[in-house]
T-cell receptor, first 113, second 114 residues
Framework: GENVEQHPSTLSVQEGDSAVIKCTYSDSASNYFPWYKQELGKRPQLIIDIRSNVGEKKDQRIAVTLNKTAKHFSLHITETQPEDSAVYFCAASRGTSYDKVIFGPGTSLSVIP | DGGITQSPKYLFRKEGQNVTLSCEQNLNHDAMYWYRQDPGQGLRLIYYSQIVNDFQKGDIAEGYSVSREKKESFPLTVTSAQKNPTAFYLC?????????????FGSGTRLTVV
């Protein structure tokens, strides 16, 4: 069945450094790729998403890149801050709410002050 | 709670009991979902519903049941057939049927078997 892999499972960076989280997906028909941030004890929240008709999307300090040929996409966080510490989930979907969204297992990011 | 409310926040279940988790949204979203979250395993889909009176099994539906009698409500029942129900349960909704724009999640229910 469809699968999304995510690496690394844990990531520690110094405040101000960049963080990169990588995901690969198996379903070649996937065309919508959201990223969620879940702070400890709270609900996941959508932070950025990308559709397959673009290769890169940026929103302030976060950016997502997509390589459809290789079936992988990445989250980049620049100038990390302690409040970026959370679990980040990538996901893939065929793009309608009729289709299941498949989540990766998550990356626990710690930003060290 | 940002338009989607889950209750209770904490729930304790005895062996052999059925329990029902509530999920209500006032976002006028068409689709609603239930996920189970276990440490290190991400989010696994239990059931989802695109429209009132219709729902589909997800990847781990065994031992669970749902109903969608109203657009706003999508309760999840954890039955005694679910052998390992201790987990964090998240309800979510999304607006469009034809184009998904990301989920809005509830704040979750932590279920513990005692």
């Amino acid at each position: 069945g469809e699968n999304v892999e995510q690496h690394p499972s844990t990531l520690s960076v110094q405040e101000g450094d960049s963080a990169v989280i990588k995901c690969t997906y198996s379903d070649s028909a996937s065309n919508y790729f959201p990223w969620y941030k879940q702070e400890l004890g709270k609900r996941p929240q959508l932070i950025i998403d990308i559709r397959s008709n673009v290769g890169e999307k940026k929103d302030q300090r976060i950016a997502v890149t997509l390589n459809k040929t290789a079936k992988h996409f990445s989250l980049h966080i620049t100038e990390t801050q302690p409040e970026d510490s959370a679990v980040y989930f990538c996901a893939a979907s065929r793009g309608t709410s009729y289709d299941k969204v498949i989540f990766g297992p998550g990356t626990s990011l710690s930003v060290i002050p | 709670d940002g338009g989607i409310t889950q209750s209770p926040k904490y729930l304790f279940r005895k062996e052999g009991q059925n329990v029902t988790l509530s999920c209500e949204q006032n976002l006028n979203h068409d689709a609603m979902y239930w996920y189970r979250q276990d440490p290190g395993q991400g989010l696994r889909l239990i059931y989802y519903s695109q429209i009132v009176n219709d729902f589909q099994k997800g990847d781990i539906a065994e031992g669970y049941s749902v109903s969608r009698e109203k657009k706003e409500s999508f309760p999840l029942t954890v039955t005694s057939a679910q052998k390992n129900p201790t987990a964090f349960y998240l309800c979510a909704s999304s607006i469009h049927r034809d184009v998904v724009g990301g989920y809005t999640f509830g704040s979750g229910t932590r279920l513990t078997v005692v």
